[in-house]
């Protein structure tokens, strides 16, 4: 008959039970426990091996960088030598070059022996035109204003269009009052009423630089019988005496007659281009 106790001691039968599962249990933990060390050691010496591999290489490409810097240096300091030291002040005695642009090319012939004027021609209608010379006040009462073209109303302009002998308002309108505007000077007006070709061209508002006109690709008879006429205003004309384009005692740049315009008729500089070709 077995001894039984009522206190927290195991009886004798159930003591060996446990005894003998608590065996399998222990050697069980173990294993675990050494797979689970394993491969913790495992990824510390991989988390090793993967740093020492950046030190590697981060470490490498500093020393390839240094050593390129220090080739580019000794370089350097060879090109240094070999250039000679220029004295400064030297250069800022020196004027600065003058910009220089390409002109345009011009074709010309050669001679206008051979240029044949029309005579007649079936579409053409012969008609003759007056222009409209001089405005003045009609009135005191009246608000007169100077116009470069004169005082156009809507239908003498819709009939300017028509081919029919008529007056018609045009630029330089001459009036008592003062100047109507685009004011040339007497020698200029003089100079133009002998030219029979005449290429112009003008530059308003500094809005452009000077192109010459390509001397070399022009005949002797092209130059003595062409005028080159280029209208600018005071303003452009002082940019391009600072730029080194300098008008000659003539008023010549090159080929170039230059013209001064006072007294411009419209603040657009568009609409004062478009004067010059009635000049």
Known sequence: MGVYKHNNELFPERRGISVVLSKPLD????????????????LWVLLLVVLFSIYLIVFGLKMHSHGALQDDNSSLVDVHEEVPVFNV???????PRRQKFFPCGVAFRDSVD??????????????????IQ????????DAFDLGFGGHQTLEDREKSFLAI?????CGFVKSGEGSTGFDLGENDKGYMNACKVVVSSC??????FLRR?????????????????MFVDEGTLTKLSA????????????????????????????????VFYLA
């Open 89 to 95: 002040s030297d250069q800022m005695r020196k004027k």
């Open 165 to 169: 002998n008529q007056t018609i308002h």
């Open 27 to 42: 050697s069980r933990r173990g294993r675990r426990l050494r797979r689970i060390c394993k491969r913790s050691l495992f």
């Open 243 to 274: 730029e080194g384009n300098v008008p000659d005692e003539g008023g010549y740049i090159g080929l170039w007659k230059i013209v001064t315009v006072k007294n411009l008729p419209y603040k657009d500089m568009r609409k004062t281009g478009k």
């Open 134 to 141: 001089r405005e003045d006040r009609i009135s005191q009462n």
């Open 114 to 131: 051979y240029v044949i004027d029309p005579n007649d021609s079936v579409n053409f209608t012969n008609f003759s035109l007056d222009y």
């Open 213 to 229: 006109p390509t001397s070399k690709l022009m005949s002797e008879y092209s130059k003595k019988n062409v005028c080159f006429v």
């Open 203 to 208: 530059i308003f508002g500094s809005s452009d």
